[in-house]
């Protein structure tokens, strides 16, 4: 979570370790309860597979990660002062900055700017990816399996 300003507000993010796909909120606050509920909201429609497992900060804001247990999905800790336990986030963190400084407040972007920012971030080609976009190697998990229609019936003659 990128740290809240004056109001209390703060930035939620979240990263697909493979893809580097990113999901983000604004959050009132860093209360757990509001935090849990976005995570719920956020991964309940995910399949099994693309939500195993969630690693966390240790702040309060994260008290209620046990919610996140009913989804089938394992909740880890870094440990205090190693954010590098958490790299992927950390270097989205990054990159969120570049459009949104430190110091900027929250409340002066609306929910609509962070989508903007969250489709432009899962839209930017990666290295890492193969030049790939974070979108592309995300969806590609999401496919479902390609049938092939086999029918012995005869066609019409109409």
Known sequence: MLHPQKSGAAVLVAVERKSRFVLLAKQAGKHAAPVAAKLNEWFSVLPL????????DTGT?????????????????????HPWQKGSVENMNGRIR????LGTEPNSFSD?????????LNHTPRKCLGFKTPAEVFLAHLKPLHLVCVSNFPLSRE
């Not at 597979?49 to 966390?56: F, I, V």
């Not at 994260?62 to 002062?81: D, I, R, S, V």
Request: charged share 15%.
């Open 49 to 56: 597979k693309l939500r195993r497992t969630l690693t966390q």
């Open 61 to 81: 804001e994260f008290a209620m990660h046990y919610q996140l247990n009913a989804l089938g999905m394992a909740t880890y800790f870094c440990a205090p002062h």
């Open 98 to 101: 570049r459009y949104i400084p």
């Open 112 to 120: 609509a700017d962070m989508q903007v920012l969250a489709n432009q």
